[in-house]
Each structure stands twice: as structure tokens, then as C-alpha cells.
T-cell receptor
Framework: DAGVTQSPTHLIKTRGQQVTLRCSPK?????VSWYQQALGQGPQFIFQ???????QRGNFPDRFSGHQFPNYSSELNVNALLLGDSALYLC??????????????FGEGSRLTVL | AQTVTQSQPEMSVQEAETVTLSCTYD???????LFWYKQPPSRQMILVIR??????QNATENRFSVNFQKAAKSFSLKISDSQLGDTAMYFC??????????FGTGTRLQVFP
């Protein structure tokens, strides 16, 4: 049973560029959440997708956008990259609505470095 | 706004000993969930243990147990019989029935032989 898979694992971009990160949820899961984890910090919630729609959003600017596909996979897009966007981006999947709170399965993350 | 505080940036323990990691949180909600996650060097976050606020009984999972003090808004994790594989970052997290987890800044635990 494949867990949550993310790609790429590492990438380097320059300021002003755009980046797309991808996530495939655990088999049987239909909800995908994205978190940003800066070095030495805990993860911070970016947004969550369910039924191809953004259900909730954290305190992140509009430069951060996402998408969920019919097969439940998801993309995180960041435009106009800033040095401060350098972080580990974690994807987490879960199943359904209430009742699965916190039962998130995380991927290994995509390490983004902005130069 | 809800906040989660982990005041111990680093902890160390000898193999087979017991260690307790601290976590406090702030919320005005009455119904919520608390979690401890482990993040080993492989980076993959793994759920260690979960506590529902309406349950008075402290959660346990094998060598892992919590001390949940709702009035004090405290949620500590006790690891018994520590093993080398327990070496990792440990994050305390809070959820108030919304779709997001709020994490603390983490405690780096080193288990040495």
C-alpha cells in the first residue's frame, strides 16, 4: 500500500521564479493538506483540498495556490518566489470529514531552496 | 488564536530510560484534539499518539503515554524504555475540529546508548 508520495524531493529556484510541487495521497484518501516547515520550526498549515476545492486556508498570501485533481492528487504552486519561501513543504492526506481529525499521513516533503 | 508552545528545544535520554516532553497550548475551545508527532531524519511525520479533550483518561500507545491536564492546558509526552529509534524531532499539535493542525516548534530528542 503506497503511502503519501511527493515530488520533487529537492529543488533549487531563484527569486521571482515559480514552482510546482506534487503530491499523491495515500490509497483510499480523498483529502490533501499542505504545510510549510521552515528550518527549525513546526509545520504551518497552507491549505486543504477536498473534492477538488480549497476547503480552508491558512495565513499565506495569494502567491500560494493549489489544485486537486479527480484522482485526489494535488499540486502546490508558488509564484514570485521569495527567499523566505525556502522550506520543507509537506503534503498530508486523510480520509473524509469528521472522525479522521489528526489522522494525517505525511509524505517525506519537498525541500525548496530559493536563492 | 490557538497557540502551541514547546519550551524544550532539545532533550536527551539514555537508552532504556524514561523521558518526558512538555507541551502547553492556549485555546478558548472546549472540544479539541491534541497530538504528538514524530519526525525522524527521514523527514516523514508520523503520528505517535492522540488525545480527545473530552476524554479524561490519558491516552497510551505501548511505550508512549500522555499526561493531559485540561485545566492547565498542558499535554506532555512520556516515553518509557527509550530506544535508539526514538531519536527524532517531536511536535505537539492541536486541532479544534477545523481542517488544520497547529504545531509547536518541536523538541529534538536524542537517545544515546
Amino acid at each position: 500500500d503506497a503511502g503519501v508520495t511527493q515530488s520533487p524531493t529537492h529543488l533549487i529556484k531563484t527569486r521571482g521564479q515559480q514552482v510546482t510541487l506534487r503530491c499523491s495521497p495515500k490509497s483510499g484518501h480523498d483529502t490533501v493538506s499542505w504545510y510549510q516547515q521552515a528550518l527549525g520550526q513546526g509545520p504551518q498549515f497552507i491549505f486543504q483540498y477536498y473534492e477538488e476545492e480549497e476547503r480552508q486556508r491558512g495565513n499565506f498570501p495569494d502567491r500560494f495556490s493549489g489544485h486537486q485533481f479527480p484522482n485526489y492528487s494535488s499540486e502546490l504552486n508558488v509564484n514570485a518566489l521569495l527567499l523566505g519561501d525556502s522550506a520543507l513543504y509537506l503534503c498530508a492526506s486523510s480520509s473524509g470529514l469528521a472522525g479522521s481529525i489528526g489522522e494525517l499521513f505525511f509524505g517525506e516533503g519537498s525541500r525548496l531552496t530559493v536563492l | 488564536a490557538q497557540t502551541v508552545t514547546q519550551s524544550q528545544p532539545e532533550m536527551s535520554v539514555q537508552e532504556a530510560e524514561t523521558v518526558t516532553l512538555s507541551c502547553t497550548y492556549d485555546t478558548s475551545e472546549n472540544n479539541y484534539y491534541l497530538f504528538w508527532y514524530k519526525q525522524p531524519p527521514s523527514r516523514q511525520m508520523i503520528l505517535v499518539i492522540r488525545q480527545e479533550a473530552y476524554k479524561q483518561q490519558n491516552a497510551t500507545e505501548n511505550r508512549f503515554s500522555v499526561n493531559f491536564q485540561k485545566a492547565a492546558k498542558s499535554f506532555s509526552l512520556k516515553i518509557s524504555d527509550s530506544q535508539l529509534g526514538d531519536t527524532a524531532m517531536y511536535f505537539c499539535a492541536f486541532n479544534d475540529n477545523t481542517d488544520k493542525l497547529i504545531f509547536g516548534t518541536g523538541t529534538r530528542l536524542q537517545v544515546f546508548p
